[in-house]
């Protein structure tokens, strides 16, 4: 167990819908990632936030929007869902922002979306 | 700038030795190694920086040749608990704020 909570487990849903992922970091972390799995790409880096300050951003798209809330836990808020976006959707935390030695992710347990 | 991994997957025999290769095109600050075994998260290995040394621990090392803009993970008689998937990320400047992670190398062994 790595200490970070993702919910929901699985998410399943129609084209066109909007979703919510929820990922409670390990207790300290300031840093949360999301990342998109699919079979063929690897880890999708998606955002970055760091207490509660968008710090970077990968190849999210437009339709895909993320925050991090006073408390730390983060959301990532999916819409006008296409059928591409079924994916495993990773969060993982982290104590420093990056760049240091001791950059270590811990990653959360992941949601499964299917969207139909 | 995604980095590039090789193989793409690798089978063998317990106790048999692998190395996993990770190149990008761009220079690097650091490599970072991660294991994720079937239907579960990734886990950290190691992280290894510029100007730093090999890390390991265990029968699993690594190196990171900067000139080259290449990372090498080395793992020496392997153990059936070393199958999964090894993923590579990189930075490409200290607080990138970003890791961008390979496609993954599938390892499997066979008893």
Redesign the interface.
Same mark, same amino acid.
């Given at each position: 167990d790595s200490g970070v909570t993702q919910t929901p487990k699985h998410l399943i849903t129609a084209t066109g819908q909007r979703v919510t992922l929820r990922c409670s970091p390990r207790s300290g972390d300031l840093s949360v990632y999301w990342y998109q799995q699919s079979l063929d790409q690897g880890l999708q880096f998606l955002i970055h936030y760091y207490n509660g300050e968008e710090r970077a951003k990968g190849n999210i798209l437009e339709r895909f929007s993320a925050q991090q809330f006073p408390d730390l836990h983060s959301e990532l808020n999916l819409s006008s869902l296409e059928l591409g976006d079924s994916a495993l959707y990773f969060c993982a935390s982290s104590e420093a922002p990056s760049g240091a030695s001791y950059n270590e992710q811990f990653f959360g347990p992941g949601t499964r979306l299917t969207v139909l | 700038q995604?980095p590039v991994q090789s193989p793409q997957a690798v089978i063998l025999r317990e106790g048999e030795d692998a190395v996993i290769n990770c190149s990008s095109s761009k220079a690097l600050?650091?490599v970072?190694w991660?294991r994720q075994k079937h239907g579960?998260?990734?886990? +950290?290995l190691m992280?290894l920086?510029k100007g !730093?040394e090999q890390k390991g621990h265990d029968k699993i090392s690594a190196s990171f040749n900067e000139k080259k803009q290449q990372s090498s993970l080395y793992l020496t008689a392997s153990q059936l608990s070393y199958s999964g998937t090894y +993923?590579c !990320?990189t930075?490409i %400047? +200290?607080? *990138? *704020? %970003? /890791? /961008? +992670? !390979? %496609? !993954?190398t599938r390892l499997h062994i066979l008893p």
């Open positions: - | 995604q600050y650091s970072h991660y579960e998260a990734p886990v +950290f992280i920086l !730093g +993923f !990320g930075e %400047k +200290f607080r *990138d *704020d %970003k /890791i /961008i +992670f !390979g %496609k !993954g």
